[in-house]
């Protein structure tokens, strides 16, 4: 167990739709970070906050946001959604801000119809 | 942006034998060499890891080999077992804050 919780374990939504997908951190992890891994595309980094505040991004959508809280839990969202949306969207958290091990949570499943 | 390649994408041995996955990076600034093993339904889980001042770690059964110059590392597997089937990682840091950027994978299969 990483010690990152990651909810819904599985979502399955329509084209069109938004949904959230949140994360707990391992505690006093302060960076979270958001990848998505599909078939096609390996684990391709989206967004990392550390300590609240937005520090990288990567190839992230318009139509995808995200946010860290103070209590450091992150939440994805995902409007708009299309059937390419559909991935493992994984979690992790690191003590840091950069270069340094990550702890993955098991990783929400998202299914567009 | 920081390129990572890996290879093989699939790779089958005979338990016990010996596994060796390889990566190359673009990025000279990199000093940063993680390896991941993702079993299935879960997520990727950190098993070895190298920093540019050393040449090669090693931690049991696990090694990983680093060399800068050529800009290749590789993880080293002895003695597989069938508990090593999975798809294994490598990553490198990129872009101005050094998020890691990660390899296409390798689905290693140890054959009992």
């Known amino acids: 167990d990483s010690g990152v919780t990651q909810t819904p374990k599985h979502l399955i939504t329509a084209t069109g739709q938004r949904v959230t997908l949140r994360c707990s951190p391992r505690?006093?992890?302060?960076?979270v970070y958001w990848y998505q891994q599909s078939l096609d595309q390996g684990l391709q980094f989206l967004i990392q906050?550390?300590?609240?505040?937005?520090?990288a991004k990567g190839n992230i959508l318009e139509r995808f946001s995200a946010q860290q809280f103070p209590d450091l839990h992150s939440e994805l969202n995902l409007s708009s959604l299309e059937l390419g949306d559909s991935a493992l969207y994984f979690c992790?958290?690191?003590?840091?801000?950069?270069?340094?091990?990550?702890?993955f949570g098991s990783g929400t499943q998202l299914s567009v119809l | 942006g920081e390129n990572v390649e890996q290879h093989p994408s699939t790779l089958s041995v005979q338990e016990g034998d010996s596994a060796v996955i390889k990566c190359t990076y673009s990025?000279?600034?990199?000093?940063?060499f993680p390896w991941y093993k993702q079993e299935l339904g879960k997520g990727p889980q950190l098993i070895i890891d190298?920093?540019?001042?050393?040449g090669e770690k090693k931690d049991q059964r696990i090694a990983v080999t680093l060399n800068k110059t050529a800009k290749h590392f590789s993880l080293h597997i002895t003695e597989t077992q069938p508990e090593d089937s999975a798809v294994y990682f490598c990553?490198?840091?990129?872009?101005?804050?050094?998020?890691?950027?990660f390899g296409s994978g390798t689905q290693l299969t140890v054959l009992p």
């Open positions: 992790a958290s690191s003590a840091g801000q950069m270069e340094e091990k990550l702890f």
């Open positions: 505690s006093g992890d302060l960076s």
């Open positions: 906050y550390y300590n609240g505040e937005e520090r």
């Open positions: 990025d000279s600034a990199s000093n940063y």
């Open positions: 190298i920093r540019s001042n050393v």
């Open positions: 990553a490198a840091p990129s872009g101005s804050a050094r998020q890691l950027t």
